[in-house]
């Protein structure tokens, strides 16, 4: 993680728990773990993986 990252992290006053929790959060649309989403919320897949479920938005379950 880079300094710069890690700073804001720090300044956020998110603790790291609250971050992984909101990281594994999974879409309704393709299952997928909300970190596979991209900024603009479509679905890059997973491992590689290009995602074929036609995901273009997160919907948390």
């Known amino acids: 993680m880079t300094k710069e ?13 609250d971050l992984i929790g909101h990281f594994r ?3 309704k649309i393709c299952g997928h773990h909300r970190i596979m989403h991209n900024e ?3 679905c890059d ?4 993986k ?5 995901c273009d938005a997160f ?3």
Do not use: F, Y
């Open 5 to 17: 990252t890690e700073s804001k992290i720090q300044n956020s006053g998110l603790s790291l728990a």
């Open 25 to 27: 959060e999974k879409c």
């Open 40 to 42: 603009l919320g479509k």
């Open 45 to 48: 897949g997973v491992m590689n």
């Open 50 to 54: 290009p995602c074929n479920s036609g």
């Open 59 to 61: 919907d948390a379950e």
